[in-house]
Nanobody
Framework: QVQLVESGGGLVQAGGSLRLSCAAS????????MGWFRQAPGKERAFVAA????????YYAESVKGRFTISRDNAKNMVYLQMNSLKLEDTAVYYC?????????????????WGQGTQVTVSS
């Protein structure tokens, strides 16, 4: 059974940093793209960042480009999201997800497995 567990969320002041982690289990994920999405209250789930299966290519939403960094450790089945210079509008529940193959997409429906999410709250 595939399971994704996010951690590292919390309350942080604007301008601060957080590092989210996603532990994957139940299969080998080294052949699959991995992504981070977020959902703010009253909004749809939105793409944040993703990595190809080998971590060589990464993609970011424009709103987080230059501030967030996705990385992965296939040996440990872990995916990370380093978030710097956090803004109030980054407040959301953050989800990690496993792609259908090794190619990155930004579309939620192309990700087959999801974690339960971790809350990130940025305060002024």
């Amino acid at each position: 059974q595939v399971q994704l567990v996010e951690s590292g969320g919390g309350l942080v002041q604007a301008g601060g940093s957080l590092r989210l982690s996603c532990a994957a289990s139940g299969r080998t994920f080294s052949s699959y793209a991995m992504g981070w999405f977020r959902q703010a209250p009253g909004k749809e789930r939105a793409f944040v960042a993703a990595s190809t299966w080998n971590g060589i290519s990464t993609y970011y939403a424009e709103s987080v480009k230059g501030r967030f960094t996705i990385s992965r450790d296939n040996a440990k089945n872990m995916v990370y999201l380093q978030m710097n210079s956090l803004k109030l509008e980054d407040t959301a529940v953050y989800y990690c997800a496993v792609g259908r193959n090794g190619v990155v997409t930004t579309v939620t429906s192309t990700y087959d497995y999801w974690g339960q999410g971790t809350q990130v709250t940025v305060s002024s």
